[in-house]
T-cell receptor, first 110, second 115 residues
Framework: GENVEQHPSTLSVQEGDSAVIKCTYSDSASNYFPWYKQELGKRPQLIIDIRSNVGEKKDQRIAVTLNKTAKHFSLHITETQPEDSAVYFCAAVANSKLTFGKGITLSVRP | DTGVSQDPRHKITKRGQNVTFRCDPI?????LYWYRQTLGQGPEFLTYFQNEAQLEKSRLLSDRFSAERPKGSFSTLEIQRTEQGDSAMYLCASSLEISGDNEQFFGPGTRLTVL
């Protein structure tokens, strides 16, 4: 089955700096890669996604890149703000099954 | 609220008891998923339905767990003979699948504590 790994497990940045979260996946059949943000005690919420026929996608301060050959995908957050502090999960979908990474705790220092 | 809802939000039970959780998906969504999340981990897939058909179950799902979606709308997840290791947040999600996979919308979860 699919295995999604996420590095690092924690990340601390200064407000205004950029944050990059990297993930790898194992199943070449995966064709959809969503990123979820989960605040403490709340449900996961989609922030951006990318499909396997696209290499990059951007939405305001958030961008995602995908390298299918290397089975890598990354989340980029620019001009970080304290409200970006949360746990971020990458995920990969193969055969309609969503496999999550373990999550990264992002802390944005004011 | 037109999002995914789950009931109850919290459940405390004693080891060996049976529990049942309910999920109401977004009304037009044909797919419904169940996940389990423990502290410090990402949600772990348990099972999913397309309309009323259960299409896949995780190999990690023991035979104490059963899920139904009898009319293709709400779903129930039952855990029989609960064990302390079943303590977790149980998340439900739904999506509208027409062609290809699309965003899954998550409910608030049911937090289960087994004493």
């Amino acid at each position: 089955g699919e295995n999604v790994e996420q590095h690092p497990s924690t990340l601390s940045v200064q407000e205004g700096d950029s944050a990059v979260i990297k993930c790898t996946y194992s199943d070449s059949a995966s064709n959809y890669f969503p990123w979820y943000k989960q605040e403490l005690g709340k449900r996961p919420q989609l922030i951006i996604d990318i499909r396997s026929n696209v290499g990059e996608k951007k939405d305001q301060r958030i961008a995602v890149t995908l390298n299918k050959t290397a089975k890598h995908f990354s989340l980029h957050i620019t001009e970080t703000q304290p409200e970006d502090s949360a746990v971020y999960f990458c995920a990969a979908v193969a055969n309609s099954k969503l496999t999550f990474g373990k999550g990264i705790t992002l802390s944005v220092r004011p | 609220d037109t999002g995914v809802s789950q009931d109850p939000r919290h459940k405390i039970t004693k080891r060996g008891q049976n529990v049942t959780f309910r999920c109401d998906p977004i009304s037009e969504h044909n797919r419904l998923y169940w996940y389990r999340q423990t502290l410090g981990q990402g949600p772990e897939f348990l099972t999913y339905f397309q309309n009323e058909a259960q299409l896949e179950k995780s190999r990690l799902l023991s035979d104490r767990f059963s899920a139904e979606r009898p009319k293709g709308s709400f779903s129930t997840l039952e855990i029989q003979r609960t064990e302390q290791g079943d303590s977790a947040m149980y998340l439900c999600a739904s999506s509208l699948e027409i062609s290809g996979d699309n965003e899954q919308f998550f409910g608030p979860g049911t937090r289960l504590t087994v004493l």
